[in-house]
């Protein structure tokens, strides 16, 4: 089957031609508000996914809060965090308790011969000056 043949045998009377307008017309209408609808519906998803992190935290917190309420809480933090002891308790602090081998090596002492190795510095300079002139992008210093 030709497509010449196909298409000379398609009658459009007015009526269709009117009807095909309108719904073209209709879909260019319809089509960026359909996306404004779909942009707002993935806001609201986010913005209410963002609303259940906020209240599982408010959760914590509150939690949190209520265990400050309690005295033997407040006391156990003290002792952790502060080093609180009550009177006439006697507190031993072992401040190196660290196996010798995860201990970080010491370092090894200076030699006292001094080496000197032959430089010439006068090229190494102009090297670095004309370098630095010659750049295209300039170096940050902090």
């Known amino acids: 089957m030709d497509v010449r043949e196909w298409a000379s045998g398609i009658r459009l009377s007015a009526f269709s031609v009117i009807m095909l307008s309108l719904v073209v017309l209709g879909a260019w209408v319809l089509v960026p508000t359909l996306g404004t609808f779909i942009d707002q519906r993935q806001k609201i998803a986010a913005l209410e996914a963002s609303v259940q992190v906020s209240e599982t935290e408010i959760a ?38 660290l196996d010798a081998a995860a201990l970080p090596r010491e370092q090894d002492p200076v030699s006292d011969t001094l080496e000197e190795k032959p430089a010439d510095w006068m090229p190494q300079l102009l090297r670095t000056l004309t370098s630095a002139g010659l750049s295209d992008t300039a170096a940050v210093t902090r």
């Open 60 to 97: 914590a917190l509150q939690k949190e809060r209520e265990r400050w309420q309690d005295p033997a809480y407040i006391t156990t933090q003290a002792r952790e965090r502060l080093y609180y002891v009550k009177p006439g308790e006697v507190v031993y602090l072992i401040d190196n308790d």
